[in-house]
C-alpha cells in the first residue's frame, strides 16, 4: 500500500510541476520532484498515455488536453460559466451575433460550454456539449495558443458551411483557459464587421480574464 500511495504521490507532483510551469522537460522535471530520471520517466510516460501530460517534438512536457478539460469543467461548475456570462449578453446585445464560451477538451477537439444566443432570426442555435476539432476550429487555433498579434482568430467554414467564427482567449493568470467566440452566418458578415467584432472579442475576453485572474476576497 505505502509503495502504491507513493507512486501516486510522485505521479501527482510531476503533473503539479508541468502545469506549473507550463512546459517542462525531463531533467528539470525529475530534479523539481527529486526522482530519478528514469521514475520520472516512467511516470511520465503513464500521465501522457492517459492524457494528462503531452509531449512535444521537442521534448517538453506540457498539460494534456486531459488535465485541461478536467480543469475548466471544475471551474466551469463553481464560477467560468458565471462569470462570462454577463460579457458575453453584452456582446450579444451590441453584435447580435451568437457567443459560445470553449475549454480544451480531450483528443485534439474543444468543447462548447454556454452559449448566448443571438438575436436575428437566422442564427447559430446552441452547440453546448458539442466538440470541434482544434485544428479546424477558430476555437482550437485559440486554445492552442496560435493567436495573431491582433488578438483574434477567424475561420470561414471550418467546421460548418457558410458560417464563420471569430475568436478570442481566455486567460487565467498567463495561461489560457478557456476561448470566446462569435458563430456568424458569412452571407451577414462584412470586413469591417469582422474587425469591429474581433476588437470587441478581445476586449471582452480580456474582461473575463481580469475577473478570473482576480484575486479571490478573503472570508471575514
Known amino acids: 500500500m505505502e509503495t ?57 512536457y506540457r498539460p494534456g488536453g486531459r488535465i485541461i478539460q478536467l480543469g475548466a469543467q471544475a471551474l466551469s461548475n463553481e464560477s467560468l460559466i458565471e462569470l462570462a456570462q454577463p460579457t458575453m449578453e453584452a456582446l450579444v446585445s451590441d453584435t447580435g451575433e451568437s457567443a459560445y464560451l470553449s475549454v480544451r477538451g480531450h483528443d485534439d477537439t474543444a468543447i462548447y460550454l454556454n452559449i448566448v444566443e443571438g438575436t436575428h432570426s437566422v442564427r447559430h442555435t446552441s452547440w453546448v456539449g ?11 487555433h485559440v486554445l492552442r495558443g496560435e493567436i495573431p498579434d491582433d488578438g483574434y482568430v477567424v475561420v470561414e467554414r471550418g467546421v460548418e458551411a457558410d458560417v464563420t467564427a471569430i475568436a478570442s482567449p481566455v486567460r487565467s493568470e498567463a495561461r489560457i483557459v478557456a476561448a470566446l467566440s462569435l458563430v456568424v452566418p458569412s452571407y451577414r458578415l462584412t470586413a469591417p464587421n469582422t474587425v469591429r467584432y474581433g476588437h470587441k472579442l478581445v476586449s471582452a475576453a480580456a474582461e473575463i480574464s481580469a475577473r478570473l485572474s482576480r484575486p479571490a476576497k478573503p472570508e471575514p
Do not use: M, Q
Open 4 to 60: 502504491s500511495t507513493r507512486t501516486v504521490e510522485r505521479a501527482l507532483a510531476l503533473l503539479a510541476t508541468v502545469c506549473e510551469s507550463g512546459g517542462t522537460n525531463l531533467v528539470e522535471s525529475a530534479r523539481d520532484c527529486d526522482l530519478a530520471p528514469s521514475t520520472a520517466l516512467r511516470l511520465l510516460r503513464t500521465l501522457e498515455t492517459t492524457g494528462f501530460v503531452a509531449k512535444d517534438e521537442a521534448g517538453i
Open 130 to 140: 458539442r466538440t470541434v476539432p482544434l485544428d479546424t476550429s477558430a476555437v482550437g
